[in-house]
Structure formats: structure tokens, C-alpha cells
């Protein structure tokens, strides 16, 4: 049985094994070094339990994965705007498990003054667009080989969804 609930901060070792493999093997994220829990610290401690938040998903007490909302950028002005992400553990992946961290997520940011939501998504990943527009996003920016990953350049796609 799987549930979502707030993250904390005991589940850093799981996200990091989870997002460790995409930085790894894939270009879904640009960062390019294996992170350690100590170094993913900065990153966790972003969520303020607002605008900024973590959730993960548990099964049968396992973190499989997570959702999250962060700052878009860090001025001022920017701060109704979150840039949202979501992983899962390469088990959990194809299983329908997304679409409850992402139910989640965003019913906790309706009470929230958020007032768009981004998602950055490298290309190809058809699969991620695809669940990103289910979710309402639509796209709104392509970046031409803005990345380099594993000796090529990728493009990216900015996709927005108003809360």
C-alpha cells in the first residue's frame, strides 16, 4: 500500500538514491556530480512548508519517490512562481505512481499564494511531457541546446500552469 505524506527529513537518503540514478544515467536533470545526503542538505532545507514544499511517496514503508515545489528564481518577484519536479525510484516508474504525489502537491499549494507553477523538462522525455499536460500544463518556451550532458547538448522545454 502506498501513501503520500510530508516529507522529512529522514527520507533524504532515499531522494538522493533516487535522484542520484537520473543524474547518473540520464539527462532529465543537468547536474552531473552524485550527490551525498550532507550535500543534498541546501536543497531540502529550501522547503519552508508554504509555497515550498516535499512530499514523498512511501510503499510497504520504502520511499519510491518524490514531488516537490521550489523557488522558480530568487528574487522578490518571482516568489507566487514555483518550479516544480517530480521523481520516482526506477521501480516505480510506468506504475500510475506520479499522479497522486502531483494530486497532492498541488492541492496543498491551492491554499497557498502560488500563482504559476513551471516545469523544466529536458528533451526527449515524452513521457514527461505527457504527464505534465494531463496535470494542465502547457508549453510556453523551447530552449535550443541549452544543456550539455554526456557530450551533447539538450534542448528544454518550459511548460506553466496557472494555480
Known amino acids: 500500500m502506498h501513501c503520500v505524506r510530508q516529507a522529512r527529513p529522514d527520507d533524504l ?3 538522493v ?3 542520484n540514478h537520473y543524474v547518473a544515467t540520464t539527462h532529465f536533470t543537468f547536474d552531473t556530480e552524485l550527490f551525498t545526503p550532507l550535500t543534498r542538505q541546501p536543497w531540502f532545507q529550501q522547503f519552508d512548508g508554504r509555497r515550498h514544499r516535499c512530499l514523498a511517496l512511501v510503499d510497504d514503508n520504502d520511499v519510491i519517490g518524490y514531488a516537490s515545489s521550489a523557488p522558480l528564481k530568487s528574487k522578490a518577484a518571482y516568489e507566487t512562481s514555483v518550479e516544480v519536479s517530480i521523481y520516482l525510484a526506477p521501480s516505480a516508474t510506468g506504475r500510475h505512481f506520479g499522479a497522486p504525489l502531483y494530486d497532492a502537491l498541488f492541492t496543498q499549494l491551492e491554499s497557498e499564494d502560488v500563482h504559476r507553477a513551471y516545469a523544466l523538462i529536458a528533451l526527449p ?3 514527461s511531457i505527457a504527464f505534465h499536460r494531463s496535470f ?5 518556451a523551447h530552449l535550443n541546446e541549452v544543456g550539455r550532458k554526456f557530450a551533447r547538448y539538450w534542448d528544454v522545454v518550459w511548460l506553466e500552469k496557472a494555480l
Not at 136 to 140: D, P, R, T
Open 13 to 15: 537518503v532515499s531522494f
Open 17 to 19: 538514491e533516487i535522484y
Open 125 to 127: 522525455n515524452d513521457a
Open 136 to 140: 494542465g500544463f502547457k508549453e510556453v
